[in-house]
């Protein structure tokens, strides 16, 4: 492993080490917003979903709750997975767990759902944006959905300690050009558990054929 991407993991477990769940920025008791796009998609409950950099987030239990059955929770570290699998109990059986840095990933399978809220901004690397997309591309059905929220260019340039790269309606629709249709963006602002406002650009593609 190169010592940027053995970075990238140490610097992550060094935040869940440090922080509890409801303290990193972008803590959401309730993920509204995702919850509600993933619905207006009309994915039946069979329908395979992946939420990339997902760790400690509370949208596997409400994805639970609807009544979805192939979910799927990918991140860097593994202590936010732990946290993930020890808040749903026997729960987390139901959901298919991987711990790898996005940039390493690769799998057989496909997903309908490819779900990413605050990973993008974090890959300010031009070249991991590219192999992103493509990663994203070949592990999204076709007519499957990528639903992307990361900071919006009125958003924060740094977080958790390290810098980040804002995006806008223009630069998404740029980034996913091939491949992909766009159906919807806005904006919304995000409140951290520390009352500061965060805004996010969200965005929503279909890939073609």
């Known amino acids: 492993m190169s010592k940027k991407m053995y970075d990238a993991k140490e610097h992550w477990e060094d935040v869940w080490t440090r922080k509890k769940s409801n303290e990193v920025s972008w803590y959401q008791e309730y993920p509204k917003t995702s919850i509600e796009l993933i619905l207006s998609i009309n994915s ?3 329908a395979s979903i992946i939420d990339v950099g997902g760790g400690d987030s509370n949208l596997v239990d409400k994805l639970l709750d609807l009544d979805f059955k192939n979910i ?3 991140d860097i570290s593994a202590k936010a997975l732990k946290r993930s699998k020890e808040r749903l109990g026997k729960n987390a059986m139901a959901i298919s767990w991987i711990n790898c840095d996005i940039r390493e990933f690769d799998s057989e399978k496909r997903y309908y759902v490819w779900h990413d809220r605050a990973l993008l901004h974090f890959l300010t690397d031009e070249q991991d944006m590219q192999k992103y ?3 994203i591309r070949k592990h999204v059905n076709d007519e499957g959905y ?3 929220s990361s900071f919006s260019t009125r958003g924060p340039m740094m977080c958790s300690g390290l810098d980040t790269r804002q995006h806008s309606e223009e630069s ?10 766009h159906v ?10 520390h ?14 054929k």
Request: hydrophobic letters at 45%; glycine letters at 6%; zero cysteines.
């Open 44 to 46: 039946d409950k069979d």
């Open 72 to 74: 799927t929770v990918l």
């Open 133 to 135: 997309v493509e990663m």
């Open 146 to 148: 990528v639903i992307i």
């Open 172 to 181: 998404l629709k740029k980034l996913f050009f091939n491949g992909f249709e």
């Open 184 to 193: 919807k963006s806005f904006e919304e602002e995000h409140v951290t558990p």
């Open 195 to 208: 009352g500061i406002g965060q805004i996010f650009t969200w965005n929503v593609f279909r890939k073609t």
